[in-house]
Nanobody, 124 residues
Framework: QVQLVESGGGLVQAGGSLRLSCAAS????????MAWFRQAPGKEREFVAA????????YYGDSVKDRFTISRDNAKNTVYLQMNSLKPEDTAVYYC?????????????????WGQGTQVTVSS
């Protein structure tokens, strides 16, 4: 079993930055793929970014490319999402997810484990 706990959300003005963290515990394997998704009220869950535990290959959603950076610290079993140049449309609950496979995928249904989410609110 894998547990994921997100932190770092909050309220920020447009143009500001936040860094989210996802602490993973349990049976984390080097083959896992980790990802961030987000969901705004009344909208479907949207892919943000993904990274492999080993090798560090990354994949980003079009709406966050060049503004957000996903990274991981294997020693701490933690994945980060650095969010810069935030916009009001980035407001959402951000979820951390883990997939036991090595494919960098944007499909939520392929992820096996999910955190509870952390709220990010960007004011204009």
């Amino acid at each position: 079993q894998v547990q994921l706990v997100e932190s770092g959300g909050g309220l920020v003005q447009a143009g500001g930055s936040l860094r989210l963290s996802c602490a993973a515990s349990g049976r984390i394997f080097s083959a896992f793929t980790m990802a961030w998704f987000r969901q705004a009220p009344g909208k479907e869950r949207e892919f943000v970014a993904a990274i492999r535990w080993s090798g560090g290959s990354t994949y980003y959603g079009d709406s966050v490319k060049d503004r957000f950076t996903i990274s991981r610290d294997n020693a701490k079993n933690t994945v980060y999402l650095q969010m810069n140049s935030l916009k009001p449309e980035d407001t959402a609950v951000y979820y951390c997810a883990a997939d036991r496979g090595q494919i960098l995928t944007a499909t939520p249904g392929l992820y096996d484990y999910w955190g509870q989410g952390t709220q990010v609110t960007v004011s204009s």
